[in-house]
């Protein structure tokens, strides 16, 4: 786990950075939240009182945040608070044995500390240490142990800064074995109460491994993620998980594919799903869940992107052969889709419902050369043996409106070594579909060449075939070679 609190930010920070906000109750208010190394600036003007706050050193407050308890050597707390004209200032500096020296101003008019200084400081040091996060941790400790995780959620949602809030969850965090029902609630009010999607997104990231204890409160987690309007946060977290994530349970698995399709960017859900792929070991149950997220983008190219990136899929498996083939159809580019299909030929094994599923989606792509493309290289691939194969492959070929491609195909069939009589004959009826003389009459002068037109069935298929050529020039060639 990677901890981090307003001192780490002060260390990291050392130019200055501005803070917008629009306050959620009446109106606006801008303020400027300034760190310098070890020194923190911050100003607040809400149109009726401005704020001007410098700290240095480590501040810690008493128990009802009401004074000052120490200030480590050399630092100070410096505040001043305009309203309506009016202005009150307070310099509490510690030397270097660590001894406090209060000063207060009045306007311009120094003014004892004692009493009215104190007075003022006990009404205002509140909401000073919830708007600079002086002494969080402190704070925080104190009233989880006096109100637990609903008091520390209360004490956040008074707070403005996103910064600040996101300290308070740090010191929660670090410091305390949080129960499975305080880490829900912990998650939902990081992503209900910080409105930046970017320090959300570094709480989700860099306390990942803690929302992720158990499969409830990783349930919890995603549905929080989910929350979050940036998907680019969002998919950082996602791709952050290094953690095992328990796919065996149906509703982490859904938690977790819901926060993906969420997103509204193609780009950032299609770099997610593969990277789950790529890192998590996924039951079948996620793999058929994961499908269903890839057919729900609508970009073509992370669809083929996603799924050409899947190297071991079951597809002897019913749910996912019907979940992997319907998202192949809904792919509308036939470029994507065709290059999809010859991936899966060349990278998993497939059974009788697979092979079927295989050449129906084939079927309907509506590029000839893409379908030409596929189904020649099935034929490298497909059981011959298998007559529900080559019955798919021959309905996938009656789609065809190109007599060349068609013709192509079947001549690419016919030469390969597994060709069988049985495919002769399905060869034989499909040829009778090809409308051009030329190209019907090329596939039988290459069937010719096979031993299979000696047997009497397919013989007479053959003249059969041959007799629907328009061409007396082209039958008299396919009948010439028949009785070479």
Not at 16 to 25: A, P, R
Not at 402 to 407: K, N, Q, R
Request: aromatic share 10%; proline share 1%; glycine share 6%.
């Amino acid at each position: 786990m990677k901890t981090s609190n307003l001192k780490n930010h002060q260390t990291i920070l050392l130019v200055s950075f501005i803070f917008l906000f629009v306050s959620s109750i009446a109106q606006d208010y801008v303020c400027n939240f300034n760190i310098f190394g070890s020194k923190m600036q911050y100003k607040y003007s809400d149109g009726f009182t401005n704020y001007d706050i410098q700290v240095k050193g480590k501040i810690k407050v008493n128990n009802d945040d009401t004074g000052i308890e120490s200030i480590s050597p050399g630092g100070y707390l410096k505040f001043s608070k305009k309203t309506f004209g009016n202005k009150r200032s307070i310099t509490v500096e510690s030397n270097s044995q660590g001894k406090l020296n209060y000063e207060y101003y009045e306007g311009r008019t120094k003014v004892p500390y004692e009493p009215e200084g104190r007075k003022w400081m006990a009404d205002v040091l509140l909401e000073i240490t919830r708007m600079t996060g002086i002494d969080a941790e402190g704070r925080t400790k104190r009233i989880y142990s006096k109100n637990g995780v609903d008091g520390v959620l209360e004490e956040i949602s008074a707070i403005s800064s996103n910064l600040i809030m996101a300290t308070y969850f740090e010191a929660l965090l670090d410091n305390f074995s949080l129960s499975t029902d305080e880490m829900l609630a912990v998650s939902s009010s990081i992503a209900g109460e910080i409105s930046s999607n970017a320090e959300r997104g570094r709480l989700f990231r860099d306390y990942s491994d803690v929302f992720l204890k158990n499969n409830t409160t990783t349930v919890g987690y995603f549905n929080s993620i989910s929350r979050l309007s940036s998907n680019t946060e969002r998919g950082s977290i996602l791709t952050h998980i290094s953690n095992k994530i328990d796919f065996n349970d149906p509703q982490v698995t859904e938690a977790y594919f819901a926060c993906i399709d969420k997103m509204s960017s193609n780009t950032e859900r299609g770099r997610v799903l593969r990277y789950a792929e790529r890192t998590q070991d996924l039951s079948m149950q996620a793999y058929t869940r994961l499908l269903m997220s890839v057919k729900k983008l609508s970009s073509n190219t992370e669809m083929g992107s996603v799924l050409r990136s899947i190297k071991e899929l079951d597809l002897e498996s019913t749910k996912i052969i019907e979940a992997y083939f319907l998202a192949i159809n809904s792919i509308s580019s036939n470029t994507e889709s065709g290059s999809v299909l010859r991936y899966t030929l060349q990278n998993h094994a497939m059974n009788n419902n697979s092979w079927v599923q295989f050449f129906t989606v084939t079927s309907r792509l509506s590029s000839n050369t893409e379908m030409g493309s596929v189904l020649s290289y099935a034929i490298d691939y497909m059981p011959f043996d298998n007559e529900e194969a080559v019955d798919g492959f021959f309905f996938a070929a009656s789609k065809f409106s190109s007599s060349t491609e068609h013709a192509r195909v079947l001549r690419t069939m016919i030469s390969n070594q597994a060709f069988n009589k049985y495919t002769a004959y399905k060869l034989l009826e499909s040829a009778r579909k090809i409308s051009s003389n030329t190209e019907k009459g090329s596939v039988l002068v290459r069937l010719c060449d096979t031993e299979f037109v000696k047997d009497p069935e397919i013989k007479k298929l053959y003249m059969n075939t041959a007799k629907t050529l328009t061409s007396d020039s082209e039958y008299r060639r396919v009948i010439g070679k028949l009785v070479e």
